[in-house]
């Protein structure tokens, strides 16, 4: 007997959604691991324009 009847197929799933406030260095890095793993992955950042320093 297979065990492919209580496997859940990852397309189907629905994807967890995660919201990060930020765009420094860690945001990004963070957001794309996230989106790796299979998240739904926003970004959003209150600066209107980059900064020259942290």
């Known amino acids: 007997m297979t065990r ?3 496997r ?9 959604t995660v919201l990060i406030s ?3 260095i ?3 890095a963070l957001a794309f ?5 299979g ?3 926003t970004v959003v950042e ?3 324009t980059l900064r020259s320093g942290g």
Do not use: E, F, H
């Open 4 to 6: 492919t009847d209580q």
């Open 8 to 16: 859940t197929d990852i397309r189907t799933t629905p994807r967890r």
């Open 22 to 24: 930020g765009s420094g």
């Open 26 to 28: 860690a945001g990004p």
């Open 33 to 37: 691991w996230l989106n790796r793993c």
């Open 39 to 41: 998240y739904a992955v």
């Open 46 to 48: 209150k600066a209107g």
